[in-house]
């Protein structure tokens, strides 16, 4: 279970650098276009920097893993809503990445409960 963690926390954690170095400006457009508050959008740096750092130390493990899968489900409705019946060239399923990040995210979240 440890490795899972670990391993959820990295890859996420390479998103929320890309948004800490490249800014949020498209993903604040996404969230007011979607009628809610411009500020709202802050909250990626929650799911996709604070809570992986804490997955990777071991701290909070289920609420972190927890707010993972909420920005997964958050970043699937605003951002890849159009995507779910996709197939990419390769032949794998679009969205596999977001769905291997929500999944992972509630099993860690599940394991990490059942163990303590």
């Known amino acids: ?8 926390a990295i890859l996420v954690l390479f998103h929320g650098w890309a948004k800490i170095m ?6 604040e457009a996404m969230v007011v ?4 508050p ?8 929650i799911g996709e920097v604070i809570a992986p750092l804490f997955l990777l130390v ?17 970043a ?13 060239k390769s032949g794998g399923w679009a969205l596999e990445l977001q769905a291997f990040f929500l999944i992972t ?8 409960s059942r163990n303590k």
Do not use: D, E, S
């Open 105 to 112: 995210a509630i099993v860690v979240a599940l394991g990490h």
């Open 22 to 27: 490249g800014g949020i400006g498209g993903i």
């Open 1 to 8: 279970m440890v490795l899972l963690r670990v391993t959820l």
């Open 58 to 74: 071991g701290l909070f493990v289920v609420p972190a893993a927890l707010v993972v899968a909420i920005n997964m489900v958050v």
């Open 38 to 45: 411009a500020f709202v959008a802050y909250g990626v740096f």
């Open 33 to 36: 276009k979607a009628g809610l």
């Open 76 to 88: 699937l409705v605003l951002v890849h809503g159009g995507h779910f019946l996709q197939i990419n």
